[in-house]
């Protein structure tokens, strides 16, 4: 049973819409992250949250909006998205701060993108 | 930067078997090495990590990997393996004072009965 959940786990979705992944992790953690996991392709970094606030983008496309209204949740807004943003979002919680940090992952979300 | 490179895409062993599945990384300073392992419809979840000390660590479910640091290198290892093995097995490098977490793209291990 993992620590760090996600909603919705399965999403499709057409170019024109307005969606929201949401994850919650319930590991007292101060730090989340969003990965996407694509087909034949290493996870990729998309964002990180320090103490709530936004320290990493990487080079993230402005359709992709994140979230971090306190440090158990996080969400990722999209919008316009194309058929090339189908793929794996996981959602990923550590403890800074702390010698020994490992990231813990959610379950995810499968985006389907027409 | 730092990059992780998983040179097995696909591993297929029988029961019984040994299994090494290698991981270099790049990278010009200290570093943090993970192992995750994601079975068939679950999540990814930590296998081992190695931080310090003792180069040789010890995971959950009689993985081991060992660090060698002259090889730029974390191979995973299990001296017999399981059905229950199959999954797909990912390397992860954290650079000091980093916070995000460096994949390789992961290897499909398949254990036949």
């Known amino acids: 049973e993992t620590g760090v959940t996600q909603t919705p786990r399965h999403l499709v979705m057409g170019m024109t819409n307005k969606k929201s992944l949401k994850c919650e992790q319930h590991l007292g953690h101060n730090a989340m992250y969003w990965y996407k996991q694509s087909a034949k392709k290493p996870l990729e970094l998309m964002f990180v949250?320090?103490?709530?606030?936004?320290?990493e983008n990487n080079s993230v496309p402005s359709r992709f909006s994140p979230e971090c209204p306190n440090s158990s949740h996080l969400f990722l807004h999209l919008h316009t998205l194309q058929p090339e943003d189908s793929a794996l979002y996981l959602c990923?919680?550590?403890?800074?701060?702390?010698?020994?940090?490992?990231?813990?992952f959610g379950p995810g979300t499968r985006l389907l993108v027409l | 930067a730092q990059s992780v490179s998983q040179h097995n895409h696909h591993v297929i062993l029988s029961e019984a078997a040994s299994l090494e599945l290698g991981c270099n990384y790049s990278y010009g300073g200290t570093v943090n090495l993970f192992w995750y392992v994601q079975y068939p419809g679950q999540h990814l979840q930590l296998l081992l990590k190695?931080?310090?000390?003792?180069?040789l660590v010890k995971g959950i479910k009689g993985f081991e990997a060992e660090f060698i640091k002259s090889k730029f290198s974390f191979n995973l290892r299990k001296p017999s393996v399981q059905w229950s093995d199959t999954a797909e097995y990912f390397c992860?490098?954290?650079?000091?004072?980093?916070?995000?977490?460096?994949f390789g793209s992961g290897t499909r291990l398949q254990v036949q009965p």
């Open positions: 190695y931080f310090s000390g003792d180069p």
């Open positions: 990923a919680s550590s403890q800074l701060l702390r010698d020994r940090e490992a990231q813990y």
């Open positions: 949250y320090s103490l709530e606030e936004r320290v």
């Open positions: 992860a490098v954290r650079g000091t004072g980093r916070r995000a977490l460096t």
